[in-house]
């Protein structure tokens, strides 16, 4: 693909036309300054936008947000909306980690108040919130339990004690899809969710502990309570092994179910059913339940990074608390209505490595944030800004109501490792006043800035654009890794 | 004739990608494995009990197949088993019986999630079999 291939629409959106290949069904849109498009262009990510575009029952176009880069199957930062009426769901669309998502946390302690005591709360950190390749947690479920946690996801947190009733009421779908359902879930899923809940696991997933360093946006930061020059957490991390298991078990049975359908696909990996179909209602209640085990999961981690908090911190900062500022899902099919020809249309909007991006007087918000659209939260690579954006009426109206989700990667992890070494960089990040906590030195040279995108540039690609708007950037100041 | 080396990296921007090369199906299905097992990157301690499990497959094509074995592995490893020796014993194009051996897995370097579908075949070539596999990490 050649960036002639692509007919600009206006600065940051570029459009490939059906007539690109024969089996393109819409066509494909990149929300992109030219540097980014440049960048896409250097891997198969365009190629799997176009894709993308092959599905069954789309509405509008293929999208991609400005941090696209390959994937399988779908692009990271992939974005598409099947009609419920005669599209699809796409458990490979999906992903492995269901629910992947970011929460964030903000406090008002002050950059001074926390300075003297940040290594010890990384390392209180890291202890507390398990984290690591195949890493159990604190938490011993029943099955019974277990089940409840499949069906209620955040609530049941609340329930057990570990949220409080602000932070359901500030997640997405407060924390829990309805349409859960634990038995079309495999026994593989449930012996390896079991055991996981509470914790971070390894990958590209972490904890952080960042500074405000600036506010864009007055009356939207004072509804979040985001302070410049206070504290803020992201925790980063998704379904664990229950969501792998999930999207392994129903990509593979669908391999033989999707000739049913006869459906044509460019990839293996974007394996789908119709959304209506008994295959599809199947995939969607165990999709749903690894969505709420996710929620359930990024809670629990709350809760260990307040106790953190509180016992490194309390009685030697002016009030330790941590209120959460929102929690958001980037790795999800979620049934939902948009307008599409001046006509409302349900369809089941895939965001694979995008983030929902519901403007002002969507109803499922909390009212503080109503006035302002729903907060969106978007980490950039380790040791570089990451943002809080909102929501907007151009999101709603240009993306089926989505936005970026993170800087992108841009270098592959084998080169990556083979460039970086991971004890060179903690110690270079530690020199510029990060403390870094991380199980895995080549996973953390995978990790490097250096392989991600500017995440400040993917974020005025999306400002300009008009489908988010900026509220905070945020400068890390501890990093926890698997 | 057997291609050397077994398997390979290649670039892939967020996950992980082998080449890997079997002079004939079984081969190639072993060598998956090891490519597979290199990247997790773990040793099974010798202090703990060692494990030997016989694995049997049916699968619609041999690409699922193939899936369904490596991720067979996956599975062993998450269960805090870690695979240090791997036969396959018999195979065709849609079933597989294969025998595994190894001890409780320790000190993991990396994390694959799942063995993904993406652009898979497995192509005939003159030295016998070859594919690609990207692992979604």
Redesign the interface.
Known sequence: MRKQDFKRISEYIWEIPPTYRDDMRVPARLYASERLLEAALGDQSLEQLVNTATLPGLVRYALAMPDIHQGYGFPIGGVVASRTSDGIISPGGVGYDINCGVRVLASHITYDEIEPHLSDLASVLYQNCPSGVGKGGSLKLDRKQFEQLLHEGADWALKEGYALPEDVKRTEESGRLRGADASKVSKRAWDRGISQVGTLGAGNHFIEVDLIEEIFDEEAARAMGLVRGCIAVQIHCGSRGFGHQVCTDYVRAFQSAIHKYNIQLPDRQLICVPFKSPEGQDYYGAMCAAANYAFANRQVLAFHVRCSFEAVLAGKVGDWHLHQVYDIAHNMAKVEKHEVDGKTVEVVVHRKGATRAFGPGFEGLPPEYRPIGQPVLVPGSMGTASWILVGTPGSMEQTFGSTCHGAGRTMSRSKAKKTIRGDKLRNELEASGISVRAGSMPGLAEEAPQAYKDVDEVVKVVSGAGIARKVARMVPIAVIKG | MTHTPAWE????????ALHVYGADLRMLFENSAGGMLSL?D?EADPQGTPFRQIIELEA?DQ??LL??WL?ELL?L????MLPTEVTIRRITGQELEAEVTGGP?RN????I??V?????SIRRTSEGYETTL?F??
Not at chain 2, 116 to 120: D, E, I, P, S
């Open positions: 990296e290649i670039e892939h921007t967020a996950d992980w997790i773990g619609p690409e699922t899936v369904d991720n599975y490893i998450e269960e805090g897995a993991l370097k990396k994390h999630k799942a993904t579908y993406h652009n898979l990207v979604d990490v």
